[in-house]
């Protein structure tokens, strides 16, 4: 059975869960196709970790600026400003990332819960408050380099980013708004994740075992096990507008 774009239309509560592949026709790397140069043979499970900061954090604050120098250095695709125009079409829309790019706001969306932080807010490594200098652009060489993080103006601490790493706990009260429309919405599109990182790849299965309908969005088919779980196999970047013209022309 096909997925009907209708259903679009009538969604009463919309819920929209990201993953890097949402960034990937922006040129951003996602996640493991991050690790290049400099960074080519570290396993990102273990590179993003509060351990690998501390053995050696110019080597991890590199690779996160290298990072925001790639987010800098791109635009919004079609995935991020069609599902912008999403919100503006249904009448209510949960936009849950665990993207740490900041593609979506760009795009128009607001008020997007980030489960796994941002490079854009970074903070002190020993009392947490936020960074209050100014970064400088980064302008890293392509196959990247170390670079030593700024101090904390409060305590001379080590700046680190503000993304969550493995071991790290999610924001509680980001992941509780995530869970609850998970739990309330009517329709939930997963849209270019591979769902291997908890907890948020709850979020789908929580919206299924609710009763929502979900569809999954990635070039790569996604096993879909209940009847109202679909897997639309393509671009984000291609198959959200043509859903947009399906639904709402
Ligand atoms: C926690 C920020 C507890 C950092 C990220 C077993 C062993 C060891 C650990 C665990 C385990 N089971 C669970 C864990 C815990 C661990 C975990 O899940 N590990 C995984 C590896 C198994 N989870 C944690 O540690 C979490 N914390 O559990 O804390 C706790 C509780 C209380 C108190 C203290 C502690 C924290 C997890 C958050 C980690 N941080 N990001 C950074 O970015 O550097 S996760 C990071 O990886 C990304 O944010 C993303 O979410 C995830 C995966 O990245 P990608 O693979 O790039 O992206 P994605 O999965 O989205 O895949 C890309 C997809 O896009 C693919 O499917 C591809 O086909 C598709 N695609 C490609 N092109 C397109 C496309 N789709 C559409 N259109 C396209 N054009
Ligand atoms: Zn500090």
């Given at each position: 059975m096909e997925f009907d774009p209708q259903r679009l239309a009538q969604a009463r509560h919309l819920v929209v869960f990201s993953g890097a592949g949402v960034s990937?026709?922006?040129?951003?790397?996602?996640f493991r196709d991050a690790l290049t140069g400099l960074w080519e043979n570290f396993d990102p499970a273990r590179l993003a970790t509060p351990q690998a900061f501390r053995e050696d954090p110019a080597l991890v604050w590199g690779w996160y600026e290298w990072r925001r120098m790639k987010v800098l250095q791109a635009r919004?695709?079609?995935?991020?400003?069609?599902?912008?125009?999403l919100a503006r079409r249904v009448p209510r829309l949960t936009l849950i990332t665990q993207n740490v790019d900041d593609l979506h706001e760009r795009a128009g969306s607001s008020s997007v819960l980030h489960l796994h932080g941002s490079l854009h807010h970074p903070k002190c490594f020993a009392c947490n408050r936020p960074f209050s200098g100014e970064l400088p652009e980064p302008l890293l060489p392509e196959q990247g380099c170390s670079l030593e993080p700024p101090r904390c103006t409060g305590c001379n601490g080590k700046i680190r980013p503000g993304v969550v790493w493995f071991g790290e706990a999610l924001p509680p009260h980001i992941l509780k708004e995530a869970f609850k429309a998970a739990g309330e919405?009517?329709?939930?599109?997963?849209?270019?994740?591979?769902?291997?990182?908890?907890?948020?790849?709850?979020i789908p299965q929580l919206?299924?075992?609710?009763?929502?309908?979900?569809?999954?969005?990635?070039?790569?088919?996604?096993?879909?096990t209940k009847p109202e779980e679909y897997s639309l196999v393509g671009k984000a970047g291609e198959i959200l507008?043509?859903?947009?013209?399906?639904?709402?022309?």
């Open positions: 990937a026709e922006s040129a951003i790397p996602t919004p695709n079609p995935a991020h400003l069609a599902i912008a125009e919405c009517d329709l939930l599109l997963s849209v270019g994740t591979s769902g291997l990182v908890q907890p948020a790849a709850q919206a299924l075992e609710q009763g929502a309908c979900v569809v999954h969005i990635n070039p790569q088919p996604q096993t879909c507008p043509q859903l947009l013209r399906q639904a709402f022309a």
